[in-house]
């Protein structure tokens, strides 16, 4: 019998089932990466609720994710189970189904621009607009909402300070210069530049809540947070830089996106991108995570990266600590859950369980090591100066 059929023989079966038992077909996938439905060991999937397994089968990761806001199922070390379903391709093995999403996603992607200028804010509204709480209990003081930088630390504050000045030393920045921080977030690294190399700074964010947040903590600094879009700047800047927002620009505005960089900085001028990037390259996200975390996201390849910058800029230095993400992410959740009795009362419980499924899928994510963490230094063409790597 061929996948398919076997999965929709199983999908009627699990319509009429009133026990745990989970169809053959999911038990099989799930025994490619050595896990099991009620398991007794703590990557295992504890089912409370055999409707689980048709919302797996009908709607993929979404119907996963879901069903576990829903509470349907638990895991006692969630990050493991992700890290082993993501090593063991389970998505891939899942078929058509799989198939279709990916060629939707494609077309989609090729018909329309989900990260135009008029859908620009959506991921700030409903992501970063979340609440500032949220993110004042799980980061560190910097405000940090990127990987840290773990190198000779055991602490995430230290990690996150080890990031933001190895961002300014490999950027080589000089006292006067003025820098474009593209996806300033609460302005930790504006901060930072702005104090200990005395630049100043130009900070932009499509988040209504960080621009109010970046504001108060950078008065009396030589910094300026605005509410705006990469592609509004007009005015020329020494460096440029950008964290962590890079994975909201999408595919289709990658040549405008370089090309305004490229615009704004002198020949001489170094611009440092830090971003997220995947093993391989994708036109489509993970259905979960489009939907409750990071709306029309897309992450790049080393592939699509090299052929954007082809012709627009040099690679200086090309960096990837993927593998400190994993750490960041595993110290983000264990602040945001001590944190939780005093959030609770403004956030439900499915809230709760969703951010847990946010933060432990993408730890595994890292773990598995689809997902790596990329640092470029990148010059124009024109640069004369030879770059000396930083580490």
Same mark, same amino acid.
């Given at each position: 019998?061929?996948?398919?059929?076997?999965?929709?023989?199983?999908?009627?079966?699990?319509?009429?089932?009133?026990?745990?038992?989970?169809?053959?077909?999911l038990a099989d996938l799930a025994a490619r990466a050595d896990i099991r439905f009620n398991g007794n060991r703590p990557w295992d999937i504890q089912?409370?609720?055999?409707?689980?397994?048709?919302?797996?089968?009908?709607?993929?990761?979404?119907?996963?994710?879901?069903?576990y806001m829903d509470g349907l199922w638990d895991s006692q070390a969630l990050d493991v189970t992700f890290d /082993?379903?993501?090593? *063991?391709?389970?998505? =891939?093995?899942?078929?058509?189904?799989?198939?279709?999403?990916?060629?939707?996603? !494609?077309?989609?992607?090729?018909?329309?621009?989900r990260q135009s200028t008029a859908r620009a804010f959506q991921v700030g509204e409903q992501h970063y607009d979340a609440g500032n709480d949220i993110f004042q209990a799980m980061l560190d003081p910097t405000m940090s909402y990127s990987c840290g930088y773990w190198q000779d630390t055991d602490y995430l504050a230290q990690a996150q300070w080890n990031k933001l000045d190895l961002i300014c030393r490999k950027l080589d920045l000089q006292p006067g210069e003025k820098l474009l921080d593209i996806g300033c977030g609460w302005g930790g690294l504006?901060?930072?530049?702005?104090?200990?190399?005395?630049?100043?700074?130009?900070?932009?964010?499509?988040? /209504?809540?960080?621009? *109010?947040?970046?504001? =108060?903590?950078?008065q009396g600094l030589p910094i300026e947070i605005r509410l705006t879009d !990469?592609?509004?700047?007009?005015?020329?800047?020494?460096?440029?830089?950008?964290?962590?927002?890079?994975?909201h620009v999408g595919s289709s505005n990658y040549a405008t996106y370089f090309d305004t960089v490229a615009r704004?900085?002198?020949?001489?001028?170094?611009?440092?991108?830090?971003?997220?990037?995947?093993?391989?390259?994708?036109?489509?996200?993970?259905?979960?995570?489009?939907?409750?975390?990071?709306?029309?996201?897309q992450l790049p390849s080393a592939a699509q990266l090299s052929d954007q910058?082809?012709?627009?800029?040099?690679?200086?230095?090309?960096?990837?600590?993927?593998?400190?993400?994993?750490?960041?992410?595993?110290?983000?959740?264990?602040?945001?859950?001590?944190?939780w009795p005093e959030l609770q009362a403004r956030y439900s419980k499915r809230?709760?369980?969703?951010?847990?499924?946010?933060?432990?899928?993408?730890?595994?994510?890292?773990?598995?090591?689809?997902?790596?963490?990329?640092?470029?230094?990148?010059?124009?063409?024109?640069?004369?100066?030879?770059?000396?790597?930083?580490?």
């Amino acid at each position: 019998m061929d996948t398919d059929m076997h999965a929709s023989d199983s999908l009627a079966a699990v319509s009429t089932s009133a026990h745990h038992t989970p169809p053959g077909f999911l038990a099989d996938l799930a025994a490619r990466a050595d896990i099991r439905f009620n398991g007794n060991r703590p990557w295992d999937i504890q089912v409370h609720d055999p409707a689980v397994y048709s919302r797996i089968l009908r709607h993929g990761s979404l119907g996963f994710g879901e069903s576990y806001m829903d509470g349907l199922w638990d895991s006692q070390a969630l990050d493991v189970t992700f890290d /082993r379903l993501l090593r *063991a391709r389970i998505d =891939e093995a899942l078929g058509w189904r799989v198939k279709l999403r990916g060629m939707a996603a !494609y077309l989609r992607d090729r018909m329309m621009n989900r990260q135009s200028t008029a859908r620009a804010f959506q991921v700030g509204e409903q992501h970063y607009d979340a609440g500032n709480d949220i993110f004042q209990a799980m980061l560190d003081p910097t405000m940090s909402y990127s990987c840290g930088y773990w190198q000779d630390t055991d602490y995430l504050a230290q990690a996150q300070w080890n990031k933001l000045d190895l961002i300014c030393r490999k950027l080589d920045l000089q006292p006067g210069e003025k820098l474009l921080d593209i996806g300033c977030g609460w302005g930790g690294l504006a901060i930072h530049a702005a104090r200990e190399y005395g630049v100043s700074v130009v900070g932009i964010t499509v988040s /209504r809540e960080q621009q *109010a947040l970046a504001r =108060e903590r950078c008065q009396g600094l030589p910094i300026e947070i605005r509410l705006t879009d !990469y592609r509004s700047l007009e005015e020329p800047f020494d460096k440029a830089v950008s964290v962590g927002m890079f994975e909201h620009v999408g595919s289709s505005n990658y040549a405008t996106y370089f090309d305004t960089v490229a615009r704004l900085l002198p020949e001489d001028g170094l611009f440092l991108l830090h971003t997220i990037g995947s093993d391989r390259s994708a036109h489509n996200s993970d259905a979960w995570l489009d939907k409750y975390i990071f709306p029309n996201g897309q992450l790049p390849s080393a592939a699509q990266l090299s052929d954007q910058l082809e012709q627009r800029f040099l690679i200086e230095d090309w960096h990837n600590f993927g593998p400190d993400y994993d750490r960041t992410l595993l110290a983000w959740w264990d602040r945001f859950n001590a944190a939780w009795p005093e959030l609770q009362a403004r956030y439900s419980k499915r809230f709760y369980r969703m951010w847990h499924y946010y933060l432990m899928c993408c730890a595994g994510y890292f773990r598995a090591r689809q997902g790596q963490l990329w640092q470029l230094v990148l010059s124009k063409p024109g640069r004369n100066t030879v770059y000396r790597s930083v580490r």
